[in-house]
T-cell receptor, first 111, second 118 residues
């Protein structure tokens, strides 16, 4: 069975600080993809970053980076220099035999 | 690139009405489209996966006759909520992928449809 766990229901961070959002996963599929999405209060889902199970290097996209630790089955999202506009729900997703989303983390950036 | 248009964004209608939601990929061919339902403050729940030209694959517990999905072309999928009732009120989101939405292929989401059944 596939499972994604996001253990932080909510996080509060000061503007300009870095923040790490946790994501652990479980799958028996040797080939899978890990994705992070942002969902602002307006509801749309925005793709942020992707990591493939066979990728040797951690993915980076601008201020987003993915701390991929395969042995620990974790794929944490790191946002550097947080901004007020980063306040949103963040979902971790695994694409293997099934597509599974985590429960999400609500990130609030304080000025 | 990778724009997905979902329409309408909001629907309010009476119980018993059927409601159709469209999902279009505007600048790429969507081999696979997905339909999700999201309750307030909860994660996305996958309802069904549709591939162009074939029948949708529904997740366990999702009524096929209640939620009709048609993927008529590589750029269009529709979800029809038949004889909607208040318990069908929810936020419905579609996504599209040029592949199967798995390794290396993120989903591109529409903006969602907020359905309210009175």
């Amino acid at each position: 069975a596939q499972k994604i766990t996001q253990t932080q229901p909510g996080m509060f961070v000061q503007e300009k600080e870095a923040v790490t959002l946790d994501c652990t996963y479980d799958t028996s599929d040797p080939s899978y993809g890990l994705f992070w999405y942002k969902q602002p209060s307006s509801g749309e889902m925005i793709f942020l970053i992707y990591q493939g199970s066979y990728d040797q290097q951690n993915a980076t996209e601008g201020r987003y980076s993915l701390n991929f630790q395969k042995a620990r089955k974790s794929a944490n999202l790191v946002i550097s220099a947080s901004q007020l506009g980063d306040s949103a729900m963040y979902f971790c997703e695994m694409g293997a035999q099934k597509l599974v989303f985590g429960q999400g983390t609500r990130l609030t950036i304080n000025p | 690139g990778a724009v997905v248009s979902q329409h309408p964004s909001r629907v309010i209608c009476k119980s018993g009405t059927s409601v159709k939601i469209e999902c279009r990929s505007l600048d790429f061919q969507a081999t696979t489209m997905f339909w999700y339902r999201q309750f307030p403050k909860q994660s996305l729940m996958l309802m069904a996966t549709s591939n162009e030209g074939s029948k949708a694959t529904y997740e366990q517990g999702v009524e096929k006759d209640k939620f009709l999905i048609n993927h008529a072309s590589l750029t269009l999928s529709t979800l029809t909520v038949t004889s909607a009732h208040p318990e069908d009120s929810s936020f419905y989101i579609c996504s599209a992928s040029p592949g199967r939405g798995r390794q290396g292929q993120p989903q591109h989401f529409g903006d969602g449809t907020r359905l309210s059944i009175l």
